[in-house]
């Protein structure tokens, strides 16, 4: 495994702790005995203090640096930067903040690793487990525990070993492994940068000593190769005909001629080169890099999907997922609310389904019963997307199972995936991608194809109630583009019911069957380029979803007829008087023509 | 990978999501070190191309040689270039150079007040015509959603509060202890109505890997930066009246580094240069609310 070398460059730490057991003193401490504070300034607080007679403390040694101008040290609301021997070291978030745990998240997500504070005549606490626990959740692998105010227990052996064995009981209960456990006096100084003599039965590293023996983050070069996708570029503007996907690898690597498919599409295609400016040309992207490449065959690929390869494990794609989800919004996240979830470059909408276990500090394994997660809590809920994602399990990589929540334009929340549910889908789309996978592509790119016949293939479901006029009103629209020269079919349900269906028709009540059927039909003439137009009585969502597993999803347009919806379908468009057919064509008309659908446009 | 490798990737990885979330986006060049390796790493992203517009806000007080370089490479680079101005303040010697305002209040109008409108398309704004080979008026187009910026978190004490991005009001005013959080790769790139964000992919980056990077990708600067033998250059580039050089006999980028690296400036402020910064306690800071870079 590669490490990321980070020697010249800064370290960043992040101090935890619960409220007082001593994160200001232990840092403040490290400053003062590192020698990384201005000449003078230690003293000027002290008797700043003596003259208040109020005692000293190293808090208020931080508060002074805030407004110092020197460069040796920085300290603002945000991070402390310092120098030791051996490197620069950002201390993100200067601790006493009220908005702790909001800029712990952001801080902790950004550390190479943690000091967790605990206070050794208090012992363990609530904050020091949620704080545990939410380093857990965020990826940090690297966490000292420093059992501080051992002064305050004449440096008594016996409680630090209870200490360090109550919290390494609840760390290894949410599946963490603490780096080691010091114990140390922020006040006196014990082991903070020198080895302390009262405590002769401890043999492990100081606070310092473990800050510069901290490896850099490893990279994750070996294991699967996942990309999300950010883009497809074609700079055809600027004279570049290239077609380049970019994104950041987040594990494993690729070369130049591996078999690459995008999830949760499924298509597939040979990568032909990886593309770079003004450095060497590349033959392989690992984990860390930021590529683009350039692909053998055409496919249509976006931003949003994932890139893997065609061997080795396969990320899963599915519409609900089980998840441990933190809450950092100041209104809590309920059911029966929308949220955008962003997965990778993935984005889409979101639902909580149910919370199945709120993390308690207090008891691990208790059940709560509860309808909605309040700030800074953890829970284990299960989300349903509005369409399927691609992702990985955080036991298998972390960096593909890592989400987070958007509520009213600001993230709310974040999570990792524990599980993928099933849904409604599933059956199909696992044919779906297998079928993806297999296909054996045309001769012809499809952007041929679709010029020769100057359109878009697309797919228009006409739906709704018995007996409305939905039948004339698609043949009509058939007969308008067909007379504009467009390649366009009428497909009834029951054209395939009779057909296609001839096996399973009547066959009991295999309306699923019927509409994958209809579906994978439906792709195959999409695939050759064409404009079909479907109709069936009462389509629901659930139908719709199903379609949409076998048919690319942006080329679908579903237009109900009649005055009133009578499933839970959305449709993209209402036809309410129906009787009017010339009308209600014109509309559909305006409607594809405001999507930009049917017409062929080179991008 | 080295440690420049890893800022490299990652403010690629911004700038591409700057791109794929923004519509109407915009980088702020201001000529200096710090937003033309912002410049280089766009054409790094996109793979030579600068699919956006660069913005500069010409104070008509910045020192010639930055123009000319500007404009130099604008052609060579086929930038897509937009300056803007205050004209009525300058037209009005309303400036600090003309004697009539302070330093801080300058700065206010003939930098932030001149950006507020550019982004806003409210002022008038400048574009460079590759076929003509001149700057015509651009007619007033689209309010940019999205600005990249090339600030540091070392710079100065308020930028490091800064997030990679960060939404700011209709009046640019940034709220410093409301940020949402900001975690792993995910930013918040949602924003309300008439409001804008701000991406900030080189928060991660020091004066020293700035200089390391320009130096290992021989990235094209102003010669301002280095010394020609008189001892002196400048560490930090602004307006003539309010900008001053250091001390320094460092002739090249790999120079620079060196001195960088033996911590000559270790206890000098990078803007120390830089007037302004002086005035009023934390005139940085005060600017900054309001709405500059
Ligand atoms: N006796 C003793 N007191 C300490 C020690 N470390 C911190 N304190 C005191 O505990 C209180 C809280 O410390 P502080 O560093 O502000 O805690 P924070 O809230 O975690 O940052 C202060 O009054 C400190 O003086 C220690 O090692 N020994």
């Known amino acids: 495994m590669e490490l990321a070398v980070k020697d010249r460059d800064t370290f960043s730490v992040v101090f935890t702790g619960h409220v007082d057991h001593g994160k200001s003193t232990v840092l403040g401490r490290l400053l003062a005995d590192s020698g990384a504070l201005p000449q003078g300034k230690l003293e000027s607080v002290r008797e700043t203090c003596r003259l208040n007679s109020r005692p000293f403390e190293y808090a208020f040694l931080i508060d002074a640096l805030k407004d110092e101008q020197s460069q040796g040290i920085t300290i603002d609301s945000a991070r402390v930067f310092f120098k030791t021997k051996k490197r620069d070291y950002i201390v993100i978030d200067a601790p006493g903040h009220v908005e702790f745990i909001r800029n712990m998240v952001t801080g902790?997500?950004?550390?190479?690793?943690?000091?967790?504070?605990?206070?050794?005549?208090?012992?363990?606490?609530?904050?020091?487990?949620?704080?545990?626990?939410?380093?857990?959740?965020?990826?940090?692998?690297?966490?000292?525990?420093?059992?501080?105010?051992?002064?305050?227990?004449?440096?008594?052996?016996?409680?630090?070993?209870?200490?360090?064995?109550?919290?390494?009981?609840?760390?290894?209960?949410?599946?963490?492994?603490?780096?080691?456990?010091?114990?140390?006096?922020?006040?006196?100084?014990?082991?903070?940068?020198?080895?302390?003599?009262?405590?002769?039965?401890?043999?492990?590293?100081?606070?310092?000593?473990?800050?510069?023996?901290?490896?850099?983050?490893?990279?994750?070069?070996?294991?699967?190769?996942?990309?999300?996708?950010?883009?497809?570029?074609?700079?055809?503007?600027?004279?570049?005909?290239?077609?380049?996907?970019?994104?950041?690898?987040?594990?494993?690597?690729?070369?130049?001629?591996?078999?690459?498919?995008?999830?949760?599409?499924?298509?597939?295609?040979?990568?032909?080169?990886?593309?770079?400016?003004?450095?060497?040309?590349?033959?392989?992207?690992?984990?860390?890099?930021?590529?683009?490449?350039?692909?053998?065959?055409?496919?249509?690929?976006?931003?949003?999907?994932?890139?893997?390869?065609?061997?080795?494990?396969?990320?899963?794609?599915?519409?609900?997922?089980?998840?441990?989800?933190?809450?950092?919004?100041?209104?809590?996240?309920?059911?029966?609310?929308?949220?955008?979830?962003?997965?990778?470059?993935?984005?889409?909408?979101?639902?909580?389904?149910?919370?199945?276990?709120?993390?308690?500090?207090?008891?691990?394994?208790?059940?709560?019963?509860?309808?909605?997660?309040?700030?800074?809590?953890?829970?284990?809920?299960?989300?349903?997307?509005?369409?399927?994602?691609?992702?990985?399990?955080?036991?298998?990589?972390?960096?593909?199972?890592?989400?987070?929540?958007?509520?009213?334009?600001?993230?709310?929340?974040?999570?990792?995936?524990?599980?993928?549910?099933?849904?409604?889908?599933?059956?199909?789309?696992?044919?779906?991608?297998?079928?993806?996978?297999?296909?054996?592509?045309?001769?012809?790119?499809?952007?041929?194809?679709?010029?020769?016949?100057?359109?878009?293939?697309?797919?228009?479901?006409?739906?709704?109630?018995?007996?409305?006029?939905?039948?004339?009103?698609?043949?009509?629209?058939?007969?308008?583009?067909?007379?504009?020269?467009?390649?366009?079919?009428?497909?009834?349900?029951?054209?395939?019911?009779?057909?296609?269906?001839?096996?399973?028709?009547?066959?009991?009540?295999?309306?699923?069957?019927?509409?994958?059927?209809?579906?994978?039909?439906?792709?195959?003439?999409?695939?050759?380029?064409?404009?079909?137009?479907?109709?069936?009585?009462?389509?629901?969502?659930?139908?719709?979803?199903?379609?949409?597993?076998?048919?690319?999803?942006?080329n679908i347009t579903v237009i109900w007829v009649g005055n009133k919806v009578t499933t839970d379908i959305e449709p993209d468009l209402v036809i309410e008087r129906p009787e009017d057919v010339e009308n209600s064509v014109g509309k559909i008309r305006r409607h594809l023509a405001e999507k930009n659908a049917l017409e062929y446009d080179e991008e | 990978m080295n440690h420049l490798d890893i800022l490299e990737n990652k403010s690629v990885y911004i700038l591409r999501e700057a791109y794929a979330n923004f519509k109407n986006l915009g980088m702020l060049w201001s000529i200096g070190k710090d937003s033309t390796v912002l410049l280089w790493l766009a054409r790094k992203a996109f793979f030579g191309h600068v699919p956006f517009t660069l913005i500069h806000i010409d104070t008509s007080y910045k020192i010639p040689e930055m123009i000319e370089y500007r404009d130099k490479i604008t052609r060579e680079w086929h930038l897509?270039?937009?300056?803007?101005?205050?004209?009525?303040?300058?037209?009005?010697?309303?400036?600090?150079?003309?004697?009539?305002?302070?330093?801080?209040?300058?700065?206010?109008?003939?930098?932030?007040?001149?950006?507020?409108e550019v982004l806003s398309a409210e002022g008038v704004r400048y574009r460079f015509d590759h076929g003509k080979g001149k700057y015509v008026q651009d007619p007033n187009g689209d309010p940019f959603t999205g600005i990249i910026a090339g600030i540091r978190a070392d710079e100065e004490g308020s930028r490091s509060k800064e997030r990679y991005f960060s939404s700011r009001d209709k009046e640019n005013a940034w709220d410093i202890g409301e940020q949402p959080p900001e975690f792993w790769n995910y930013y918040n790139t949602d924003f309300p109505p008439g409001a804008h964000l701000r991406i900030h992919p080189l928060l991660d980056w020091t004066e020293l890997n700035v200089w390391e990077y320009i130096d290992r990708e021989k990235i094209p600067t102003v010669s301002l930066y280095y010394s020609k033998g008189g001892g002196k250059r400048y560490r930090s580039l602004g307006c003539y009246p309010c900008t001053f050089p250091v001390e320094s006999d460092a002739k090249d980028p790999a120079e620079i580094v060196e001195e960088l690296r033996t911590g000559k400036f270790s206890n000098i402020a990078e803007r120390s240069g830089r007037a302004q910064d002086r005035e009023d306690g934390g005139g940085l800071e005060t600017l900054r609310r309001e709405g500059y870079m």
Request: glycine share 8%.
């Open chain 2, 80 to 116: 897509n270039m937009v300056y803007g101005k205050n004209e009525t303040a300058i037209g009005s010697g309303n400036s600090y150079p003309a004697g009539k305002t302070d330093r801080i209040t300058c700065c206010g109008l003939l930098k932030t007040q001149a950006l507020k």
């Open chain 1, 108 to 554: 902790a997500s950004r550390a190479d690793a943690a000091f967790l504070v605990i206070d050794a005549l208090e012992g363990v606490r609530e904050n020091s487990k949620r704080h545990g626990y939410l380093l857990g959740v965020l990826g940090i692998k690297t966490i000292v525990v420093i059992v501080n105010k051992m002064d305050l227990v004449s440096f008594d052996r016996s409680r630090f070993e209870a200490v360090k064995s109550e919290f390494s009981g609840f760390l290894d209960k949410v599946g963490l492994v603490p780096v080691s456990f010091i114990p140390a006096s922020g006040l006196m100084g014990d082991n903070v940068t020198v080895r302390s003599e009262k405590t002769p039965w401890y043999g492990g590293r100081t606070v310092l000593e473990s800050l510069d023996g901290f490896d850099g983050i490893p990279v994750l070069t070996e294991g699967p190769f996942r990309m999300p996708v950010q883009d497809v570029y074609k700079f055809t503007k600027f004279g570049d005909s290239r077609r380049i996907v970019a994104g950041r690898v987040v594990s494993g690597s690729v070369k130049a001629g591996d078999e690459i498919v995008f999830l949760p599409s499924g298509k597939c295609a040979r990568l032909k080169s990886i593309e770079t400016f003004n450095s060497a040309p590349k033959l392989e992207a690992s984990a860390g890099d930021s590529p683009g490449f350039t692909l053998a065959e055409e496919i249509y690929v976006k931003r949003g999907e994932i890139a893997v390869k065609k061997e080795g494990p396969r990320p899963n794609v599915t519409s609900r997922l089980r998840a441990s989800v933190f809450w950092l919004s100041e209104s809590p996240m309920v059911k029966d609310k929308e949220y955008t979830l962003k997965l990778g470059t993935a984005r889409g909408s979101a639902v909580l389904e149910s919370i199945d276990k709120i993390f308690d500090p207090e008891d691990l394994d208790k059940d709560t019963g509860e309808n909605s997660l309040l700030r800074n809590k953890v829970g284990e809920c299960v989300i349903k997307l509005k369409r399927p994602m691609s992702f990985d399990i955080v036991s298998d990589i972390r960096e593909t199972s890592r989400f987070v929540l958007v509520s009213d334009n600001n993230i709310a929340g974040g999570g990792i995936i524990l599980e993928p549910l099933k849904d409604k889908q599933s059956w199909s789309r696992d044919k779906v991608i297998q079928r993806d996978i297999k296909w054996e592509k045309s001769a012809i790119p499809y952007r041929l194809r679709h010029r020769r016949y100057g359109q878009k293939p697309w797919l228009i479901v006409v739906t709704g109630e018995k007996d409305a006029a939905r039948k004339t009103i698609a043949k009509k629209l058939e007969e308008d583009l067909f007379s504009e020269g467009k390649i366009v079919y009428f497909l009834g349900m029951v054209n395939v019911l009779y057909g296609v269906d001839a096996d399973i028709k009547g066959a009991g009540n295999d309306k699923e069957e019927h509409i994958r059927r209809l579906a994978e039909v439906s792709h195959i003439m999409i695939d050759a380029g064409m404009i079909l137009i479907v109709t069936a009585i009462e389509f629901s969502r659930e139908d719709i979803d199903l379609i949409r597993t076998s048919v690319e999803s942006d």
